[in-house]
C-alpha cells in the first residue's frame, strides 16, 4: 500500500516530504518494511498536488512483480520491492 507522509502541525516553508514510499506488511506477524521510490522524471523541479503524485500499483502473478503508473508520467514501471530500502523501477517499454 502506498504511505502518505507524516506532516508537522507548523508546516516549515519549504517542507517536501517524500510522498513515494509503498509498505509491505506480512500479514502473518504484522511486521511492515517500508520502501521508498523515486517519481519519474517528469515530477522534477515542480510543485505539484498530491493528487497527481499519486501512483496506481498492482500486482501481476504471471511476472511475480508489481507494475506502477503514475498520472503525469506516459511510461509504466515494473519492480519486485526485493531492495532493502528502495524500488528500483524499470520503465515498460
Known amino acids: 500500500m502506498q504511505v502518505l507522509p507524516i506532516m508537522p502541525i507548523e508546516i516549515p516553508e519549504n517542507f517536501n516530504p517524500k510522498y513515494n514510499k509503498i509498505a509491505k506488511i506480512d500479514l502473518s506477524d504484522g511486521s511492515v518494511k517500508e520502501f521508498e521510490i523515486d517519481y519519474p522524471e517528469v515530477y522534477s523541479d515542480k510543485n505539484i498536488s498530491q ?31 526485493n531492495q532493502e530500502s528502495s524500488a528500483i523501477l524499470h520503465p515498460v517499454n
Open 51 to 81: 493528487q497527481l503524485k499519486m501512483m496506481s500499483i498492482i500486482y501481476n502473478d504471471k511476472i511475480d512483480k508489481f507494475v506502477i503508473s503514475y498520472p503525469l508520467s506516459d511510461d509504466l514501471y515494473v519492480t519486485d520491492f
